[in-house]
């Protein structure tokens, strides 16, 4: 079983950046791949992007392209999401999500179905 942690929501101005993090225990980190998904009120889940799980390889959905960043330490059991240039738009509840990878280590799960654990979700606010 894996736990996931997320932390570093808040309310923020438009423009603004924040940085989210994600602790994974229950595993060896090394062998999960990570998502970062989000999911505003009254609308579906979206699938923000995704790390394989040596953190070489990356993905991004449209919407963030150029501003999200996802990176991660495995030292540190920890998945980061930097969120810069934040708009209204980004208001959602954050949600950090791993699968036990069967591929090589720069493979990413860029299929919402293939996460397993999820987070419990921190509230990102971006106020105009």
């Known amino acids: 079983q894996v736990q996931l942690v997320e932390s570093g929501g808040g309310l923020v101005q438009a423009g603004a950046s924040l940085r989210l993090s994600c602790a994974a225990s229950?595993?060896?980190?090394?062998?999960?791949?990570m998502g970062w998904f989000r999911q505003a009120p009254g609308k579906e889940r979206e699938f923000v992007g995704a790390?394989?799980?040596?953190?070489?390889?990356?993905w991004y959905a449209d919407s963030v392209t150029g501003r999200f960043t996802i990176s991660r330490d495995n030292d540190k059991n920890t998945v980061y999401l930097q969120l810069n240039s934040l708009k209204p738009e980004d208001t959602a509840t954050y949600y950090c999500?791993?699968?036990?990878?069967?591929?090589?280590?720069?493979?990413?799960?860029?299929?919402?179905?293939?996460?397993?654990?999820w987070g419990q979700g921190t509230q990102v606010t971006v106020s105009s």
């Open positions: 999500a791993a699968v036990l990878s069967a591929y090589n280590s720069a493979f990413v799960y860029k299929g919402s179905r293939d996460y397993v654990y």
């Open positions: 229950g595993r060896t980190f090394s062998s999960l791949a």
């Open positions: 790390i394989s799980r040596s953190g070489s390889g990356t």
